[in-house]
Structures are given as C-alpha cells and as structure tokens.
C-alpha cells in the first residue's frame, strides 16, 4: 500500500492505495472476498467487520491521502458513517452543535434517535460563527457543518467555525460529501473529522451506497472501535468498485463542476428563472467564503422557476436531465427538494429554509453542457 500525501489531487486519485499482487504485478487492487483469514504468526486478525481486509484498507488509503487526513475508514453507507462517528465521538450525556439544515438523513438520525441514545443536540439557527457560539454549552463535545448545504447550497465559513472550536477545545467535523476533496480540503484549514457519503461523488456511477470518515489516527481508532460493535462496513466487491471509481474522480467532479458554472449563468439570465442559487455566481450570498475556502464551486446547484410554471411538468419535459433523487452521479439528475428531501416538513418550514414549491435542483454530470443547456431551455417556456 503505498503512501503517496505529497503528491497532487489527480495523481492521488489514481496511486494512491492500491496494492500490489506480487505474484502478477498486475495495474490493479485484487478482490480478496474473504470473510477468513489465517491468524497465526500475522500481525492483525483479519475480517470485514472490523475493516482491515486488504480492499478496505487500499480503499481507506485512498480517502485518506485525498482529504490529507491520517487514516480513514470505509462503510456501507454515509448513513453508517455518520451514525458511528456521531456515537464514538459524543458519549452519553455528551451535546454537540449542529449546522441548521442539514442532509436530511442527518437531521433524522438526530431528532429521532439522538436523545434515546443518552446524546444531546441543538441546532443552530444561522451559519454564522455567532450561531455557533451561542449553542455551545459545558458538556459540547464538536461543532458539525456541511458546507455547502442541500438544497440552496449555503456556504459556511470554516475557518471561523474551525477557529471557534479551537478556542473552546471542541472538535470540528465537516460532511464534506457536496464539495469533495477535489473542490475542498478542509483538514488544511483545521477541520478534525471529514465524513462522506461516497454514495454520492466518490462512487460517481449511482450504483454503490457507501460512507467515509477521515481523521487522525486517535479518532479513527475511537470511530473503528465503536463501528466494529455496531457493524456497517463495506464489502470487497463494492469496495474494489469505489477504488475503480475513484480513480476518475478529479476528472468527472472537474468537469460536473464546470457544466453546473455554465448552466448557472445560462439560468441566472433566463427570464423564466426567478433566482439561482449557485455559490460560483457573484450575487450568492456565500461566493467570497466560496472563493477562499473552494477549489471549485461544485456541482450542485438549485434555481426558482417564476410564477406559472409548474416544476413538475417543467421536470417531465426534460430529455437529458434525469427527474431522479440522489445526486453526484455522471448523469445530470433534476429534483424538486419541496417534493423530496424537505416533503416532510410544512410549507412554512421549507418557506423558512428557503425551500420554495418552485425550487428545483440540479446535480450535474459529465454530458455537454451545451446538451444540458439546450434541454432546459427548450423546455423553459
Ligand atoms: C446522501 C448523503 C448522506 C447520506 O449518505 P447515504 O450514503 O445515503 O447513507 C449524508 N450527507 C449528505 C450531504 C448526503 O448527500
């Protein structure tokens, strides 16, 4: 497994990891599908659940060098990710503060299991730092951001927030799972735990549902320790597909990040469009954060159709443009947040969050974008 930190983004997507067969110097990482392993004279018992076979390991390698991280661990969902990192890094009677709007898996982990496990939380109401500092209280163990946020992509700032918790001893942990490490990497500014649902950019196909975590070697060891108990790793098939994937992943994130430019500004002038949120546009609230803490904007955006256009006949009418939940993946999907992530909540809730019924979002893929854009004009009438 080689150690490869130094090197750039791209070339790290492709050697990092990785593992030699030396019976065949073959290019690629074998699948090793074993569940058993011989246990006398190694150095570790191996087994899946305690994620230390070979495909796990070249896998976390990988994630690892990526976000510029110590180590990192692999799981069978993001979901799994955070529930495991949530529970190792928060004991009972413990409180942490959490980014309001969050991944609505996120949110439901929280409000309805967080407080039966003996943990506590509070939201924030803003972004800002202030929102942060306010919730903080004697037992707060971490602040928790995400960055940018579904659907209307705010962008928090952090390096304040990594700030803030310095000076009070807490940790920061970042879901970093929109951005990617290829547009930010958010453990040079100081964040402490990155967690990805690498369900979505890093396996990039929609075909894989796994999770990540990075973080130092302490963290991560609390983290394994308690996911070895709760279970939730990945297997060697799926983790020999996410290593393939990954591979690719500065290209396909460059080139999603580069047509969801160019379809923002195609929108931001479109008289059918009433306003697009999109941190790679000057009038976005969170651009100047962006532009410092971003490598490139990323490729999720969210846009408002003016009043008397119906979203879902505006969605049905689409070609390219997959009318599709999920996101990340090398086909440009379209959702209405109103109808999905957010269909739980009251319309005055998603007012509130900025979730409009005309609010529609886009994850966009690698096609032409001069494709992506003539199928949204054509049907913007
Ligand atoms: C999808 C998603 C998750 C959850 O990941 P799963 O792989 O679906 O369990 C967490 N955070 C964000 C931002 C997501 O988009």
């Not at 975590?213 to 060697?236: C, F, T, W």
Request: one cysteine or more.
């Amino acid at each position: 497994m080689k150690e490869n930190k130094k090197l750039q983004y791209k070339t790290i997507c492709v050697h990092s990891g990785g593992y030699v067969d030396e019976k065949t110097l073959g290019a690629v990482t074998p699948v090793y599908p074993s569940t058993s392993y011989a246990y006398l004279d190694m150095d570790i018992q191996q087994y899946p659940r305690a994620f230390n076979t070979p495909n796990q390991r070249v896998l976390a390698d990988k994630i690892a060098a990526l976000e510029h991280g110590e180590q990192a661990l692999v799981f069978s969902s993001g979901m799994a990710a955070i529930t495991s990192a949530f529970l190792a890094l928060l004991g009972p009677g413990d409180h942490a503060v959490f980014q309001k709007g969050l991944y609505g898996g996120t949110t439901g982990l929280l409000t309805e299991d967080m407080n039966n496990f003996g943990r506590e939380f509070t939201f924030t109401k803003g972004i800002q730092p202030e929102d942060f500092e306010k919730e903080i209280k004697p037992n707060t163990k971490f602040l928790y951001i995400e960055t940018p946020s579904n659907p209307i992509l705010n962008i928090t700032d952090i390096k304040a927030i990594v700030e803030l918790a310095k000076s009070r001893g807490l940790l920061t942990i970042i879901d970093n799972t929109f951005a990617t490490p290829i547009n930010q990497q958010s453990m040079d500014i100081g964040v402490d735990v990155v967690i990805h649902s690498a369900t979505k950019y890093f396996g990039g196909h929609s075909d894989i549902i796994a999770g990540a975590v990075v973080a130092d070697k302490n963290i991560i060891e609390k983290i394994r320790s308690m996911a070895h108990n709760l279970g939730g790793s990945l297997n060697a098939m799926d983790c020999y597909l996410l290593e393939r994937s990954m591979k690719t992943l500065a290209l396909r994130v460059e080139q999603q990040s580069a047509n969801a430019m160019k379809i923002a500004e195609f929108l931001s002038v479109h008289n059918k469009v009433q306003r697009v949120y999109y941190p790679g546009l000057k009038d976005h609230t969170g651009h100047n954060t962006a532009r410092k803490q971003m490598r490139g904007f990323g490729a999720m955006l969210s846009f408002e159709l003016k009043d008397g256009m119906d979203p879902i006949k505006f969605q049905k009418s689409l070609e390219i443009f997959l009318p599709s939940m999920s996101l990340g993946g090398v086909e440009s999907l379209i959702c209405s947040p109103a109808m999905t992530s957010h269909s739980s909540l009251t319309p005055e809730q998603r007012e509130k969050e900025g979730v409009k019924d005309t609010l529609l979002r886009l994850s966009a893929g690698i096609e032409d974008v001069e494709d992506l854009i003539a199928d949204l004009n054509k049907n913007l009438k």
